[in-house]
Each structure stands twice: as C-alpha cells, then as structure tokens.
C-alpha cells in the first residue's frame, strides 16, 4: 500500500493503551502494522460484518486486534480501531 491512515478512533485507541505497553507490546504493535501496510491482503485476518456498506476486517498478532479497512483503487489502508486482550 502507498498510503496508510490513522483514524481518530484508533488515536485515542492507542493512546489509552500506550502507557501500559511493553517493549515487547510495542514491536509486536509495530510488526503487526508493518504487515497490514506491507501486504493488507496477504496478512491472515477475518472479516468485521461492522459495516457491509464499508467492508472492513480484523487482524491479530497477541495481545493485539486491529480493525482495518483498505481500498485497494486507492492503494490506502485506513487503521479504524485497536483493540487489546486482557
């Protein structure tokens, strides 16, 4: 993808989480996203049914779920939500 966004969901998100995130946490957030941006189709993940107008998906790498949509006519991935198991 050449494009990728942050949405203001996925900011706070992160920011709520951040503060309690590991060094570890942190290169697995970042491996994650770098996967999603490298290849959206090519990473394992499920579809969200959030919105069937706007279809979007879900990808793990534990502790961490993203919701993500992408548009492949655009070349941009847009990060919706960020989510973290207890």
Known sequence: MKRYTLA???LRD????????????????DA?????IGDPQG????QSFYDPQRPSWLA?????V???AF????DEVIFLNLFRRR
């Open 8 to 10: 203001r969901q996925f």
């Open 32 to 36: 994650l996203l770098a996967a999603v």
């Open 43 to 46: 990473v394992q993940r499920v």
């Open 66 to 68: 993203v919701h993500l």
């Open 14 to 29: 992160f920011r709520a989480l951040e503060s309690g995130m590991s060094p570890a946490d942190e290169d697995i957030l």
């Open 71 to 74: 548009d492949v006519d655009a």
């Open 60 to 64: 793990r790498s534990d502790p961490f």
